[in-house]
């Protein structure tokens, strides 16, 4: 930014001026109306990283009052939270239009950086390159194991299920119950596992099973519970369903349970048939969480919940649970 022009003192002078005088001087203070040059604040800056610092040219003052716009070229690209010192007037956060702090990557290095002081801090009014890249997903469909965070994501937005219930087999002379679905897991966020259909067990009615809980995220639903099967009917309990899908209704006697699709946490169906009718249990669906991580970590642990697995005994086994999934939506923002 140039400095402030020069100007021919008149004090100084005897009473009448000479008008060549006047002119320079009205020249001068038009040749810097006219020129957009002397209408911004772009400097460059000086400082450190996370720690910018900016100085005014020579003859141009400033006092840091709120509307003040600066814009500098950074010399460092920052990796967090970060000041802004203008003319040694001490320094100040440098924070988002939200009054957060900055997060790493929102000024590169050689950006050409605008910010406004508001009266307490500069608000950064431009964002960077990889500021503006497009969100990512990571699915993750099985298994453990250690997530690792794409470089530069700022938050991370997911959704998951856990595995859901086995369904029971269809008998009326004993116990042929499904088994529990898998807890799936990400960091603290939790999404458990359907409980099982339960047979007849000799004479006695069948029951669905309880819907998974789930715990920790912004949206923890309880899993919807399976239908029992009944008694003395053929007919077979039926498996609720999820966000990510249901599994396929039966309506014939004398078959086996239906599994939950893959991947979408529901129970499996009970089985049904008419000799010793007593149609099983359906498994219930797998806990339903939604979550957000801002600022994320390297690397979380997670997990996967398996399908719980459907009853083998009895004349028809019952249907194996859905296997769980985690969607991970990655911001960079």
């Known amino acids: 930014m140039?400095?402030?022009?020069?100007?021919?003192?008149?004090?100084?002078?005897p009473p009448t001026?000479?008008?060549?005088?006047?002119?320079?001087?009205?020249?001068?203070?038009?040749?810097?109306?006219?020129?957009?040059?002397n209408y911004n604040t772009y400097l460059v800056d000086t400082g450190a990283v996370n720690a910018y610092v900016v100085q005014f040219a020579a003859g141009i003052t400033c006092t840091l009052t709120a509307g003040?716009?600066?814009?500098?070229?950074?010399?460092?690209?920052n990796t967090g939270a970060s000041t802004l010192n203008v003319n040694g007037l001490g320094a100040k956060a440098i924070v988002r239009g939200t009054g957060i702090a900055l997060l790493s990557g929102d000024i590169a290095a050689g950006a050409v950086v605008q910010v406004q002081y508001?009266?307490?801090?500069?608000?950064?009014?431009?964002?960077?390159?990889?500021?503006?890249?497009?969100?990512t997903r990571t699915i993750l469909t099985s298994g453990s194991g250690t997530y690792t965070t794409?470089?530069?994501?700022?938050?991370?937005?997911?959704?998951?299920?856990?595995?859901?219930g086995g369904g029971a087999a269809s008998n009326n002379t004993g116990n042929f119950d499904g088994t529990i679905g898998g807890n799936t897991t990400f960091s603290t966020f939790a999404a458990n596992g359907g409980n099982p259909g339960r047979s007849a067990g000799g004479g006695g009615a069948s029951a669905g099973g309880a819907g998974g809980t789930a715990t920790g995220g912004t949206l923890n639903l309880t899993g919807v519970a399976g239908g029992a099967g009944v008694f003395n009917a053929a007919v077979a309990g039926m498996a609720g369903g999820t966000p990510f899908g249901a599994t396929p209704a039966q309506v014939a006697s004398n078959i086996n349970g239906n599994a939950g699709t893959a991947n979408t946490g529901c129970g499996g169906n009970g089985a049904s048939e008419t000799v010793n009718p007593a149609g099983g249990g359906a498994g219930g669906c797998g806990g339903y969480c939604e979550w957000q991580i801002n600022n994320p970590a390297a690397t979380y642990s997670y997990a996967v919940g398996a399908g719980g697995a459907g009853s083998i005994g009895g004349n028809f086994t019952g249907g194996a649970g859905g296997s769980g999934l985690i969607i991970i939506d990655e911001y960079y923002f």
């Not at 002119?23 to 040749?31: E, I, L, P």
């Not at 994501?153 to 595995?163: D, E, N, Q, S, T």
């Open 17 to 37: 001026w000479s008008t060549a005088q006047l002119d320079t001087n009205f020249n001068n203070t038009s040749a810097l109306l006219a020129s957009s040059n």
């Open 150 to 164: 794409p470089a530069n994501a700022k938050r991370l937005v997911g959704r998951m299920v856990g595995g859901g």
């Open 2 to 13: 140039p400095g402030i022009p020069t100007y021919t003192a008149f004090d100084p002078l």
């Open 118 to 135: 508001d009266g307490t801090s500069f608000q950064l009014q431009t964002l960077s390159t990889i500021s503006q890249v497009q969100p």
């Open 68 to 77: 003040l716009v600066v814009q500098f070229k950074a010399t460092n690209a």
